[in-house]
């Protein structure tokens, strides 16, 4: 069957060898194809290609390679949050981290990473109710070491862009706990002492002979590209490539966690609101290769929509990524038309 490339699925198999439209060989028959394949075909501008059993195969998340996957690697999530509590409360009594406690924490967690192509599902999965500074950090660490592999960093290098991202709000550790758990609207001077938590980051890391590309991300994850961020309001070219990456994992998390103040949003609605903030706010190269790479993982996914029916995404729509064509019993309703409703929740 001859599909587009925005229409593949984890799992779909190659009938031919791949070539760009430059006569480069891109994959080969019967090739398996995960999350890493199909970023590979949008690399190289392969529009179409044939495969078998599109929508046939039972989802990724369903499959026993993948649930044992899952199995496999919450443990190291959950080490990862109880780490970073602890990396936390001793950077409040010491103002330093220790690095090779980091480095404990975070390379079992990598290691099950590389097998885990499916960060949809991972997400969902990831049902800690802890403390939210320490899962976000988790999170931000999580993603920001997908985006960098995405966008084709070697391993070692997104293993720091994953570790800047873990650490990027230790400088939290001196705001006082009544502010970062304030169920209300921050006032403006509470606003401007929270911001503080980016110098004090800087300053931590720094104090504890760390590398420099860790420092600069917790002082600069909340810097945007047309200059309106801050602590320090630079532009594109003066924020770190790392900040860039963890700024888009930091947002992403932020919103599609629970906090005091604010519920989490749906997963395809947060990638629709990180695709607005691509032009002009978060840099537009990492927010658009994390798209790219997150949208195949929905396929498969369970939904509820906004009028209560339950179904599940069968097809991204070429049109609009965000919303979908879902299947409920024999009836497919193409989101992108029927604007009337939306996906409510998504589950494994």
């Not at 996957?69 to 949050?81: F, G, Q, V």
């Not at 006082?176 to 980016?198: D, G, I």
């Not at 504890?208 to 590309?213: F, L, Q």
């Not at 599940?312 to 019993?329: E, H, K, Y």
Request: glycine share 6%; aromatic share 8%.
């Amino acid at each position: 069957m001859r599909v587009h490339v925005t229409d593949l699925k984890p799992g779909d198999i190659l009938q031919a060898d791949t070539f760009s439209d430059k006569g480069l060989h891109v994959l080969k028959k019967q090739t398996e194809l995960g999350t890493i394949e199909i970023a590979k075909l949008f690399q190289h501008g392969v529009d179409y290609v044939d495969v078998e059993s599109l929508y046939t195969k039972e989802s990724l998340y369903d499959s026993p390679k993948n649930q044992e996957s899952l199995a496999k690697i919450k443990p190291h999530l959950a080490n990862a949050i109880d780490g970073f509590e602890n990396i936390f409360l001793e950077s409040i009594s010491t103002g330093k981290v220790n690095s090779s406690v980091v480095d404990d924490i975070l390379h079992p967690l990598v290691d099950q990473l590389s097998d885990q192509s499916d960060v949809v599902s991972l997400l969902l999965a990831n049902d800690f109710n802890d403390d939210y500074t320490y899962q976000h950090s988790m999170q931000v660490g999580m993603l920001s070491y997908y985006i960098a592999s995405w966008l084709g960093y070697s391993k070692k290098d997104a293993y720091s862009a994953g570790k800047a991202g873990y650490l990027h709000d230790i400088g939290k550790c001196r705001i006082p706990r009544e502010l970062l758990n304030k169920p209300a609207k921050l006032t403006h001077e509470e606003f401007e002492e929270v911001k503080l938590h980016t110098t004090y980051g800087y300053e931590i890391i720094r104090n504890s002979s760390m590398d420099e590309a860790s420092a600069l991300v917790a002082l600069q994850h909340h810097e945007r590209d047309d200059g309106s961020g801050y602590p320090l309001r630079l532009h594109v070219h003066n924020i770190h490539p790392f900040s860039q990456i963890v700024a888009v994992a930091d947002v992403f998390s932020a919103m599609t966690t629970h906090r005091v103040y604010q519920s989490k949003q749906e997963l395809l609605t947060v990638l629709r609101e990180i695709y607005s903030l691509s032009f002009g706010k978060l840099n537009a190269k990492p927010t658009q290769v994390f798209i790219r790479n997150m949208i195949p993982n929905f396929l498969g996914k369970k939904v509820l929509l906004s009028d209560g029916q339950s179904g599940t995404i069968v097809m991204t729509n070429p049109i609009d990524s965000f919303r979908p064509l879902i299947q409920i019993d024999s009836i497919f309703l193409d989101l992108s038309t029927e604007r009337n409703l939306s996906i409510e929740k998504l589950f494994m």
